[in-house]
């Protein structure tokens, strides 16, 4: 069965720094999501995107956040200026069938 | 605003009996899915079982099965002769069908499988 590959897998960067986690959706796919698990908590709902634009986001999801799907495969998240509590495992899902999640990646920010 | 609950932080069984995993859900929809997860300690999400709400018969996956009670928006997993390869964190789902179609989960159980 096709599978939802994200990297790189863990991450560590600086505060302040940008980064950009990358994920592979299922090709035939139309809705894609991420979410984000701050260690020992509920996985949250991020963002979803459709047709190439945001359908819906959360009130974590600000204005250092953004995505795209710049070359109809790769799906991105990226976050500007990265702070300490952006630490997190962020999760790709591709449409709604949660089967479809993502390894996810760690993201650490020190 | 839709919302899971699980009441049980943490949960243990002795290998091979049996334990159930509470979980609630508020929400004014009436056409929605509710998911169990498995979350190992590699953090990886594993669909357990899924639950359609128009469906009456609770859904069964091997040694998992669900009790869904639509009126009283109560959804449990209840897990049969436990292994211990069954102990993880396990988040309850839900989704709405329509629109953006995220899901919601709840803040998880922790099951320790003892030998």
């Known amino acids: 069965e096709p599978e939802v590959t994200q990297t790189p897998s863990h991450q560590v960067t600086q505060m302040g720094q940008e980064v950009i986690l990358r994920c592979v959706p299922i090709s035939n796919h139309l809705y894609f999501y991420w979410y984000r698990q701050i260690l020992g908590q509920k996985v949250e709902f991020l963002v979803s995107?459709?047709?190439?634009?945001?359908?819906?986001k959360s009130e974590i999801f600000d204005d250092q956040f953004s995505v795209e799907r710049p070359d109809g495969s790769n799906f991105t998240l990226k976050i500007r200026s990265t702070k300490l509590e952006d630490s997190a495992m962020y999760f790709c899902?591709?449409?709604?069938?949660?089967?479809?999640f993502g390894s996810g990646t760690r993201l650490t920010v020190v | 605003a839709q919302t899971v609950t699980q009441s049980q932080p943490e949960m243990s069984v002795q290998e091979a009996e049996t334990v159930t995993l509470s979980c609630t859900y508020d929400t004014s929809e009436s056409d929605y899915y509710l998911f169990w997860y498995k979350q190992p300690p590699s953090r990886q999400m594993i669909l357990v079982i899924r639950?359609?709400?128009?469906?009456?018969q609770n859904a069964t996956e091997n040694r998992f099965s669900v009790n869904f009670q639509k009126a009283a928006k109560s959804f449990s997993l209840k897990i049969s002769d436990s292994q211990l390869g069954d102990a993880a964190m396990y988040f309850c789902?839900?989704?709405?069908?329509?629109?953006?179609?995220?899901?919601?989960f709840g803040k998880g159980t922790k099951l320790t499988v003892n030998p």
């Open positions: 639950q359609e709400a128009y469906k009456q």
């Open positions: 789902a839900y989704r709405v069908r329509g629109g953006s179609e995220k899901l919601v």
């Open positions: 995107f459709y047709n190439n634009e945001i359908s819906e």
């Open positions: 899902a591709s449409r709604a069938d949660p089967r479809h």
